[in-house]
């Protein structure tokens, strides 16, 4: 049962950290071209948030 919880909390975590990424691209996005040079750093960490948001989605379906 805690085992459980623990992936819910962490899910719901790096749900959070995906989403506040999200909008720091998309913030980003909007000031071009102030700010460019920090295009592929935002990416790189949007890309790795959501890239390990889906890999504890895939590990909670295999584990109900």
Do not use: C
């Amino acid at each position: 049962m805690d085992e459980a919880n623990d992936m819910k909390l962490a899910l719901k975590k790096l749900n959070a950290q995906a989403t506040a990424l999200k909008m720091d691209l998309h913030d980003l996005s909007e000031d071009l071209p102030t700010g460019w040079e920090r295009i592929m750093e935002v990416a790189q960490k949007t890309f790795v948030a959501y890239q390990n948001l889906n890999e504890m989605k895939n590990r909670m379906s295999g584990s109900s």
